[in-house]
C-alpha cells in the first residue's frame, strides 16, 4: 500500500485547500479573474469591507456554498476600500453587494447579507444546466463503502479528494485515518490524528478515528498471534489468553475472529475485568463504523446475550 502512503503523507494538513475556487480580486484582476473566467464558468464577485459587519457574516456563508457547489462555479472578493473606481464602476452603493457573472456579463445580483436558503437560490439559477457533481455527502459515503469492502486504496483516493477541497472535513480527517489503520499504517494514522485541530477533538467522526488508533496500538502489542494461539489453547477457560487472543487476531486483520472470540468470551465471562470483552468489543465496532457489515451483525449477537 505504498502508494496511499506515498499519497497521504505529502499532506501538510490532511489536505489542501482548492485555491482557484476563491480568490481575492482586484481592479487589475477583474477581466482575467471574472469577465474571461465567466465564458467557461459562472462568477460570484463579493463586494465587502473590513469594516462591514454583514460582510462578516455573508462572506464565508457563501465560500462554504461555493465550495460545496465543487467546481460548477467560482468566487471572487473585491475589498471596495482597496479598489474604490471598480466599485464605482459597477455601481455598488453598499456592501456586501453580490453580482454574478456569467458568459462575461452581469447575470444577478443581490445587496445584503441574504438568509442561506436564498443564497442558494441565487447560487443555483447561476449553474442551472450545469452537470452537478456528486456532494460532499455523497464522496464520504463512497470513500465509507469502498473502506468497508477493502478497497483501502480507492477510500484514500477520495478522502483526499474531499480534504483537498475541504481540509477541516472531520469525516474525511477520520475517514483516511482509519483508511491508514486499516492497512497496517498505525503510526501514520497516529501521526496524522496528532494533527486535528484542536476543536474537532470531540466530532464523532475524530473520536472514532482515535479509538481504531488505540485500539491497533494496544493490539499490536500483544505479541505474535501465533504465541497468542498456543496460550488459548493451553488454558481454554482463562479469560485473558482469550482477551489476549482475540487482541492479536485484530492486529492481523482478522476482525470477524477477534469478534467471534470476543463474544465468546462475553458469553462465558460476563464479568471478567469489568466486562472488558464487552468494552473492547464496542471499541471494534466503533472502530470499523455504525454502519459496517462487522458492526451490525456483532451488535445483534451482543444485544441477544446481553437480553439472554
Given at each position: 500500500m505504498d502508494s496511499l502512503i506515498g499519497s497521504s503523507a505529502n499532506q501538510s494538513h490532511l489536505g489542501a485547500s482548492a485555491a482557484d475556487l476563491i480568490k481575492d480580486g482586484s481592479t487589475e484582476s477583474f477581466v482575467a479573474d471574472v469577465m474571461e473566467a465567466s465564458a467557461s464558468v459562472p462568477?460570484?464577485?463579493?463586494?465587502?469591507?473590513?469594516w462591514c459587519g454583514p460582510c462578516k457574516q455573508l462572506t464565508p456563508l457563501l465560500e462554504r456554498i461555493v465550495r460545496e457547489a465543487r467546481g460548477t462555479v467560482r468566487m471572487?472578493?473585491?475589498?471596495?476600500?482597496?479598489?474604490?473606481?471598480?466599485?464605482a464602476q459597477l455601481r455598488v452603493q453598499s456592501?456586501?453587494?453580490?453580482?454574478a457573472f456569467k458568459d462575461g456579463r452581469p447575470f444577478d445580483a443581490f445587496t445584503g447579507a441574504l438568509p442561506e436558503s436564498q443564497i442558494r437560490g441565487f447560487v443555483q439559477r447561476l449553474t442551472a444546466g450545469?452537470?452537478?457533481?456528486?456532494?460532499?455527502?455523497?464522496m464520504v459515503a463512497a470513500a465509507n463503502q469502498a473502506l468497508t469492502e477493502g478497497d483501502a486504496q480507492a477510500a484514500a483516493d477520495l478522502?483526499?479528494?474531499i480534504l483537498s477541497e475541504e481540509p477541516d472535513n472531520?469525516?474525511?480527517?477520520?475517514?483516511?485515518?482509519?483508511?491508514?489503520?486499516?492497512?497496517g499504517q498505525v503510526?501514520?494514522?497516529k501521526a496524522f490524528l496528532d494533527r486535528v485541530p484542536g476543536n474537532l477533538t470531540n466530532n464523532a467522526d475524530i473520536a472514532a478515528a482515535r479509538t481504531a488508533v488505540e485500539l491497533a496500538l494496544s493490539s499490536q502489542a500483544v505479541g505474535p498471534l501465533d504465541d497468542l494461539k498456543r496460550k488459548a489453547d493451553a488454558a481454554p477457560n482463562d479469560p485473558q489468553a482469550r482477551f489476549d487472543l482475540a487482541l492479536g487476531l485484530y492486529a492481523a486483520g482478522q476482525t470477524e475472529d477477534a469478534i467471534d472470540v470476543l463474544l465468546d468470551l462475553f458469553q462465558s465471562h460476563r464479568a471478567w475485568n469489568e466486562q472488558a470483552a464487552k468494552t473492547q468489543l464496542l471499541q471494534i465496532f466503533e472502530a470499523l463504523g455504525h454502519e459496517h457489515p462487522l458492526t451490525l451483525a456483532g451488535r445483534r449477537r451482543l444485544s441477544s446475550l446481553l437480553f439472554a
Open positions: 462568477v460570484i464577485v463579493d463586494f465587502w469591507a473590513p471572487v472578493k473585491i475589498n471596495v476600500d482597496e479598489n474604490q473606481n471598480l466599485a456592501v456586501p453587494t453580490v453580482y450545469a452537470d452537478a457533481p456528486p456532494s460532499i455527502a455523497d478522502f483526499q479528494q472531520p469525516a474525511a480527517m477520520g475517514g483516511l485515518i482509519r483508511t491508514l489503520v486499516a492497512v503510526d501514520t494514522a
